[in-house]
């Protein structure tokens, strides 16, 4: 049966215990999102701490989290990088491991042109023979994917969606006049949810769901149904938690949240810090306000 790529999908935070992966805070992890009502689970992406996980510990991500979501909902595994040949292999190996996509990140540092990332993305794909997602977040990687060569890529039966997360409204607009329904949009960016879904979103993979699932999935659900009024007064009741969760870099505020829900460990590794003392306590605040802790 062809997976949906649509609705939230949770970016998942890899929970470490005395500098290993916790595998146990991870399977919890899983089974309460899933219990929550998402959509799909993303591992081993930018808040799953990717930069830091050796090859074979994103691997043991990949399959744990497969194992465990047991075909429940679409599990994406984080496969990208900017060495084509070593995201080829990261790619194979999450699609062995039974992940049902790959999300692919534009590569960061190198600065290619747009024909070098039409290339990069076009091998990966074409090797692994494997559905993906593209996920372009500028703000992190500097080199950007453009509308222009999203619709060349989209050509491309592999390539099923992308993550958008310039946080620009105009992206989901020039994509959707290029591609139409050739591939799902989803929203890379908590804070603007709801207006690219306006425009011809299909979802987002959300940061904001590793603490509030049920209230994330539930504004998708409002969406899809149609419900603007209840989807945008669900959008503005989680929009203080979204700007708590990104006063620092991700995931440093999302690990001390879900730490505080007391399903994982804070732990981090270098060279991201833990939480400030500061940005904790206004963490805490909006989760209280959601009445997401006592």
């Known amino acids: 049966m062809k997976k949906v790529f649509e609705g939230t999908l949770?970016?998942?935070?890899?929970?470490?215990k005395s500098g290993a992966i916790?595998?146990?805070a991870l399977r919890g992890l899983v089974n309460w999102q899933i219990e929550a009502g998402i959509d799909g689970l993303v591992a081993v992406g930018t808040t799953g701490e990717s930069p830091t996980l050796s090859a074979s510990e994103a691997a043991r991500v990949v399959e744990?989290?497969?194992?465990?979501?047991?075909?429940?909902?679409?599990?994406?595994?984080?496969?990208?990088?900017?060495?084509?040949?070593?995201?080829?292999?990261?790619?194979?190996r999450a699609k062995a491991a039974g992940a049902d996509a790959a999300l692919l990140v534009v590569p960061y540092y190198n600065k290619p042109t747009q024909e070098g990332l039409y290339q990069h993305f076009t091998r990966i794909v074409n090797d692994a023979v494997f559905p993906a997602i593209l996920y372009n977040v500028?703000?992190?990687?500097?080199?950007?994917?453009?509308?222009?060569?999203?619709?060349?890529?989209?050509?491309?039966?592999?390539?099923?969606?992308?993550?958008?997360?310039?946080?620009?409204?105009?992206?989901?607009?020039?994509?959707?006049?290029?591609v139409g329904d050739r591939l799902t949009l989803l929203s890379g960016?908590?804070?603007?949810?709801?207006?690219?879904?306006?425009?011809?979103?299909r979802g987002a993979i959300s940061v904001t769901?590793?603490?509030?699932?049920?209230?994330?999935?539930?504004?998708?659900?409002?969406i899809a149904r149609g419900e603007w009024t209840e989807a945008r007064r669900l959008h503005d009741r989680l929009?203080?938690?979204?700007?708590?969760?990104?006063?620092?870099a991700n995931p440093i505020p999302v690990k001390a949240a879900v730490a505080a829900l007391g399903r994982a460990g804070?732990?981090?590794?270098?060279?991201?810090?833990?939480?400030?003392?500061?940005?904790?306590?206004?963490?805490?605040?909006?989760?209280?306000?959601?009445?997401?802790?006592?």
């Open 10 to 16: 949770t970016a998942l935070v890899t929970p470490f």
């Open 22 to 24: 916790d595998e146990a």
């Open 64 to 92: 744990i989290v497969v194992a465990e979501t047991g075909g429940r909902v679409p599990v994406v595994a984080g496969t990208g990088g900017n060495n084509t040949a070593e995201a080829i292999e990261r790619t194979k």
């Open 138 to 178: 500028p703000g992190r990687t500097v080199a950007d994917l453009l509308p222009e060569t999203v619709a060349r890529l989209a050509e491309n039966p592999n390539v099923i969606a992308i993550k958008e997360a310039t946080g620009d409204m105009r992206r989901a607009s020039e994509i959707r006049a290029l």
């Open 189 to 201: 960016d908590d804070f603007t949810y709801l207006p690219f879904c306006s425009v011809g979103g």
């Open 209 to 222: 769901s590793n603490v509030a699932p049920r209230e994330m999935a539930s504004l998708w659900d409002h």
């Open 239 to 248: 929009l203080p938690l979204h700007r708590a969760l990104f006063l620092e």
């Open 266 to 294: 804070d732990e981090i590794r270098l060279p991201l810090t833990p939480v400030s003392a500061s940005v904790r306590e206004k963490v805490v605040g909006a989760m209280r306000g959601l009445g997401l802790l006592s």
